[in-house]
């Protein structure tokens, strides 16, 4: 089936930007909505940024909106998620998420929270220094 592997992680100080990537096989993902989760222990993964097949962005969470962008690239069946002006609340796994049910999704908007979605990679930790 489908692999989703995360990369991009790392101690970052706060003010800094990182940009995690998010790399498919098995399957070509370009007609499927995907996004970016995260978690901090105790807590439900939070959705912080969606992507639909038309290229529709939304952001649910609104303590990353203006800082974080979500990207893909249909020709390396890639998904980005640039984060800038990195803050230590943002430290947490962050998980890359796909959703193979509905194809050609139009409107990022849909996509709200972890059952949106059905495919997961394992995480990659994000560690923000004050």
């Known amino acids: 089936q489908v692999q989703l592997v995360e990369s991009g992680g790392g101690l970052v100080q706060a003010g800094g930007s990182l940009r995690l990537s998010c790399a498919a096989s098995?399957?070509?993902?370009?007609?499927?909505?995907m996004g970016w989760f995260r978690q901090v222990p105790g807590k439900e993964r939070e959705l912080v940024a969606a992507?639909?097949?038309?290229?529709?962005?939304?952001y649910p969470a609104d303590s990353v909106k203006g800082r974080f962008t979500i990207a893909r690239d249909n020709a390396k069946n890639t998904v980005y998620l640039q984060m800038n002006a990195l803050k230590p609340e943002d430290t947490a796994v962050y998980y890359c998420a796909l959703d193979l049910r509905r194809r050609y999704s139009s409107l990022a908007i849909y996509y709200t929270k972890e059952s949106d979605f059905d495919s997961w990679g394992q995480g990659t930790q994000v560690t923000v220094s004050s």
């Open positions: 992507i639909a097949w038309s290229g529709d962005m939304a």
């Open positions: 098995g399957r070509t993902v370009s007609s499927y909505a």
